[in-house]
């Protein structure tokens, strides 16, 4: 049979069901049942049922939740109530009830909503149920939950209507449950050493702080152009400036960039910088802040991505990017002096390069084509080139390079910080290079920033600066293949 068949058969069907609830619906509004209902006070959760039984059995609870099965039985109906912590069996007796009231329970479906109040026992199977001596109807749900609602298997629907993929898949609501804690769990622990949480424009006159295309908007009133950040690092570093010495901000970054298993256009970071440290007090930072959410949220330091398992325990290893690209590419960058034999080398890895490319840039293109998916292991990469760091201080022993890191789990890079660059005449030609890239094509190319180059001037303390991708953490700490399993909603096409 044709797909388009198949399809307007579902749909058919779908709309018969649909009909049906509303059909109900109305017989509740006519027996004096009001189908979506209002507040009701709770005395207790599933979980805190099941896991207190001990002490609640016999004694009566009232729970709310979601109707996810009904089985009826003549004069007794079993039912599994859903609600914000689990699942739990609820038990209608007829001599209970009552006639009319019992009998209102075959215009229940699953999906509604109820209330449900009555004492706590264990079923002749051992199953802990709550016998209902009283309910109220909260909500009627005008859709049937898809037809397997204990497993809905469509990726693509599940992202796209995230509210069913949170009714019917337990594992889902757990990742999302997490990711809060884990959010939740970086706030405490910066708190705890004395860092500030700030918040810094969304909307900017100029995109900075990362190498990245930006998406612009405009205000009306203003007769201007504005930008959605792509970073938070620059007003953060004005704040160093104006004395506040550990500050941290989490939010929402926006790049105007393509769509893949590890990137989505819109996404959540948090951003650290300190007064009077360097690289080396991020990657402290870093391994500790990633151990504590494991060990606070998961209860272990040991996890399993993917089928690898990593160990989050500090201290991580450290490696330069030089020797990684030795290592896996068999070539040395320390022999190799200049932008000329840098392309060679490139040309001769059969790499694609996009005008004059640069000793720093063709080092930075090897590591992200060989070497990253090599890093399963947490390790830090240190030793950045100057050409793709425009915001990070210059090594003292090789002014090729920064004192600059990126933290990596699963070949994955889940942070990027730096000893901070204060000094603003270096930093005027930095932005200088970058500009005259932009002018040449490069959207991603840092804009002229002067407001950051005046307050750089006032005086920013030595400091180090640091930004970890919240996404790809919950990623890796709870096992999810995708960024748009962490993601509430992630950035689709529409049908």
């Avoid at 729970?63 to 038990?91: E, P, V």
């Avoid at 004192?403 to 030609?429: C, H, M, S, W």
Wanted: net charge negative; glycine share 8%; hydrophobic share 35%.
């Amino acid at each position: 049979m044709e797909q388009d068949q198949l399809n307007e058969m579902e749909q058919d069907r779908l709309n018969e069901l649909m009909k049906a609830r509303r059909q109900k619906m109305v017989q509740l509004k006519e027996k004096g049942v009001e189908p979506f209902g209002s507040k009701y006070v709770c005395s207790h959760y599933s979980a805190e049922v099941i896991g207190q039984f001990d002490a609640l059995e016999n004694k009566e609870v009232s729970l709310a939740g979601r109707l996810t099965g009904i089985r009826t039985h003549g004069k007794a109906t079993f039912a599994d109530l859903q609600d914000y912590k689990g699942k739990i069996q609820i038990y209608f007796r007829l001599d209970q009830l009552g006639e009319e009231k019992y009998n209102l329970i075959d215009l229940f479906d699953i999906g509604d909503f109820i209330a449900v109040k009555g004492p706590v026992f264990k079923t002749r199977k051992g199953e802990i149920t709550v016998a209902v001596h009283d309910y109220r109807f909260l909500t009627k749900a005008l859709r049937p939950l898809p037809e397997k609602w204990h497993g809905l298997k469509d990726v693509e629907l599940r992202y796209r209507q995230r509210y069913l993929d949170l009714i019917v898949n337990e594992e889902v609501r757990q990742t999302f449950i997490n990711r809060s804690k884990i959010i939740q769990t970086m706030r405490d622990v910066l708190n705890e050493w004395g860092f500030l949480e700030m918040e810094t424009p969304i909307m900017q006159t100029i995109a900075g702080g990362a190498l990245a295309r930006p998406f612009i908007t405009y205000h009306n009133a203003l007769d201007m152009k504005l930008y959605l950040r792509i970073a938070t690092e620059l007003h953060l570093k004005r704040l160093l400036v104006g004395g506040l010495d550990k500050v941290y901000e989490i939010g929402r970054i926006f790049r105007n960039e393509g769509i893949s298993p590890f990137h989505n256009p819109e996404f959540t970071s948090v951003e650290i910088y300190q007064s009077y440290a360097d690289y080396e007090d991020m990657m402290s930072i870093t391994e500790n802040l990633i151990y504590e959410c494991a060990r606070r949220v998961l209860g272990k330091s040991e996890i399993s991505y993917q089928g690898e398992t990593f160990d989050l325990t500090p201290p991580w290893p450290r490696e330069t990017m030089i020797n990684v690209v030795h290592k896996y590419c068999g070539v040395d960058f320390a022999k190799i002096s200049d932008d000329a034999g840098a392309r060679e080398a490139a040309r001769e890895a059969g790499l694609e390069l996009e005008g004059e490319s640069t000793w720093g840039e063709i080092l930075n293109l090897f590591f992200e084509t060989y070497c990253e998916e090599q890093l399963c292991q947490p390790v830090f990469i240190l030793g950045y080139p100057i050409d793709v760091s425009p915001l990070s201080k210059r090594m003292d022993s090789d002014p090729r390079l920064t004192y600059r890191f990126e933290g990596f789990i699963a070949g994955k890079e889940v942070a990027n910080a730096f000893t901070e660059l204060n000094d603003p005449i270096d930093q005027r030609e930095r932005f200088e290079r970058q500009l005259a890239r932009r002018q040449a094509g490069d959207e991603e190319a840092h804009m002229m920033d002067e407001d950051f180059l005046t307050a750089l001037e006032y005086g920013m303390p030595p400091a180090g600066g640091l930004g970890i991708g919240i996404d790809r953490v919950v990623m890796i700490l709870t096992d999810s293949p995708s960024i748009r399993d962490v993601i509430l909603f992630p950035t689709l096409k529409p049908r």
